[in-house]
Nanobody, 119 residues
Framework: QVQLDESGGGLVQAGGSLYLSCTASGSIGSIIAMGWHRQAPGKERELVATVTRGGNRNYADSMKGRLTISRDSALNTVYLRMDSLKPEDTAVYYC?????????????WGQGTQVTVSS
């Protein structure tokens, strides 16, 4: 089992910034990638940003230029800085991790952290 501890959500005014972090612990094995998705009310969960073990980054087109994802491999932690936030960025943001425990692949999700952007 892998546990994900998310922090950093909250309420921010439009144009503001938020900094999310997520730390993986437990039977981590080898992490391939960590990242964030989000889900707004009545909508499907969608990709926000991911970073691989090799440092490759992928960002949602809707948020490109406003996101910075980084990872501290030694701490098994991923960070997400979100700038110039808009009301439509309001959602629950979920951390996720992909990896291998031995030869068994896994995907785990955090419980989510609420991000609310007021206009």
């Amino acid at each position: 089992q892998v546990q994900l501890d998310e922090s950093g959500g909250g309420l921010v005014q439009a144009g503001g910034s938020l900094y999310l972090s997520c730390t993986a612990s437990g039977s981590i094995g080898s992490i391939i990638a960590m990242g964030w998705h989000r889900q707004a009310p009545g909508k499907e969960r969608e990709l926000v940003a991911t970073v691989t073990r090799g440092g490759n980054r992928n960002y949602a087109d809707s948020m490109k230029g406003r996101l910075t994802i980084s990872r501290d491999s030694a701490l098994n932690t991923v960070y997400l800085r979100m700038d110039s936030l808009k009301p439509e960025d309001t959602a629950v943001y979920y951390c996720n991790v992909l990896g291998y425990s031995g030869t068994v692949p896994y995907v785990y999700w955090g419980q989510g952290t609420q991000v609310t952007v007021s206009s």
